[in-house]
């Protein structure tokens, strides 16, 4: 993995600060990004630089506005050579998801549709540009984060669950046509994880408890429970997997 680069959304906080490090510690050189925190991202870059001797740089990034991925990724060209890896991770919260993250009643269209623009169409845009490099240096391997919201129910969830439902829909069909590029695309749906955007939730602790209680193995998840499963499917170990989603729920989903 070494001299590799991975391009991640939502770098900062959560599940894409456990991936950011893992692939890191791969010797994977990192270009991530931040909407609000620029300072705890450049302490990042710092240290992800000393501590790995790698490459990393952070920029910012709003998922609302999907087609400015464009100008990202010219800026990621001035200070990388190559793009190997794309993960669609970054996820609105707070009053972006006013509408969207309620109970069916009480759903409105822009509330759904900040969430549809920010989990699939950030992972298109995000994609179409990550694959051009990837086709540039013979492949490469683009995840988008999902959730199992979408197949179990979850208390003011529909609006996103719906939307990682249409995600990993998208992410059969570019696999399906970007396939012959050798660029391999899947999902990571993961059951309730314990970051900020879960403790945003108004029912947190309820879901804290219930998923230690539904779960074999007794607790909820943590970001670098995610992790290694996102480093698996970037790696040649998973040079044959795609189309799919890599369901990790602690064994949740099933009692
Ligand atoms: N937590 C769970 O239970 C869970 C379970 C399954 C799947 N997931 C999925 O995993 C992914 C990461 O979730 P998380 O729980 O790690 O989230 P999180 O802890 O809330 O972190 C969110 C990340 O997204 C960035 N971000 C926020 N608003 C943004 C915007 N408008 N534009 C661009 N970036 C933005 C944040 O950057 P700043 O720090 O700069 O604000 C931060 O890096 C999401 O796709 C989520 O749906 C989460």
Same mark, same amino acid.
């Given at each position: 993995?070494?001299?590799?680069?991975?391009?991640?959304?939502?770098?900062?906080?959560?599940?894409?600060?456990?991936?950011?490090?893992?692939?890191?510690?791969?010797?994977?050189?990192?270009?991530?990004?931040?909407?609000?925190?620029?300072?705890?991202?450049?302490?990042?870059?710092?240290?992800?630089?000393?501590?790995?001797?790698?490459?990393?740089?952070?920029?910012?990034?709003?998922?609302?506005?999907?087609?400015?991925?464009?100008?990202?990724?010219?800026?990621?060209?001035?200070?990388?050579?190559?793009?190997?890896?794309?993960?669609?991770?970054?996820?609105?919260?707070?009053?972006?998801?006013?509408?969207?993250?309620?109970?069916?009643?009480?759903?409105?269209?822009?509330?759904?549709?900040? +969430?549809? &623009?920010?989990?699939?169409? %950030? /992972? =298109?845009?995000?994609?179409?540009?990550?694959? @051009?490099?990837? *086709?540039?240096?013979?492949?490469?391997?683009?995840?988008?984060?999902?959730?199992?919201?979408?197949?179990?129910?979850?208390?003011?969830?529909?609006?996103?669950?719906?939307?990682?439902?249409?995600?990993?829909?998208?992410?059969?069909?570019?696999?399906?046509?970007?396939?012959?590029?050798?660029?391999?695309?899947?999902?990571?749906?993961?059951?309730? +994880?314990? &970051?900020?955007?879960?403790? %945003? /939730? =108004?029912?947190?602790?309820?879901?804290?408890? @219930?998923?230690? *209680?539904?779960?074999?193995?007794?607790?909820?998840?943590?970001?670098?429970?995610?992790?290694?499963?996102?480093?698996?499917?970037?790696?040649?170990?998973?040079?044959?997997?795609?189309?799919?989603?890599?369901?990790?729920?602690?064994?949740?989903?099933?009692?």
């Amino acid at each position: 993995m070494r001299g590799k680069t991975l391009v991640i959304s939502g770098g900062t906080r959560g599940i894409g600060k456990a991936i950011v490090y893992e692939f890191a510690a791969s010797g994977v050189n990192i270009a991530f990004t931040y909407n609000a925190n620029e300072e705890l991202a450049q302490s990042q870059v710092v240290e992800l630089e000393s501590k790995y001797n790698i490459k990393a740089r952070a920029y910012k990034l709003n998922i609302l506005e999907p087609e400015t991925y464009k100008e990202l990724f010219l800026e990621i060209d001035k200070d990388f050579e190559r793009v190997d890896f794309f993960i669609s991770n970054a996820i609105i919260s707070g009053r972006a998801v006013v509408g969207g993250y309620t109970k069916f009643m009480k759903l409105k269209p822009k509330g759904i549709n900040n +969430i549809f &623009t920010a989990t699939v169409n %950030a /992972f =298109v845009v995000g994609a179409q540009e990550a694959a @051009k490099r990837m *086709e540039k240096v013979g492949g490469g391997s683009i995840i988008s984060l999902s959730s199992t919201g979408n197949l179990v129910y979850i208390d003011n969830y529909s609006g996103h669950g719906t939307c990682k439902a249409a995600v990993e829909a998208m992410v059969r069909y570019a696999a399906t046509e970007l396939g012959e590029k050798n660029i391999r695309v899947n999902a990571v749906s993961g059951g309730p +994880i314990d &970051t900020d955007a879960l403790r %945003a /939730f =108004v029912n947190y602790e309820e879901v804290r408890d @219930k998923t230690a *209680e539904l779960s074999p193995l007794g607790r909820m998840g943590q970001p670098s429970d995610l992790s290694g499963a996102c480093l698996f499917l970037c790696s040649d170990k998973a040079s044959w997997v795609t189309g799919h989603t890599f369901i990790i729920d602690g064994g949740t989903t099933f009692k």
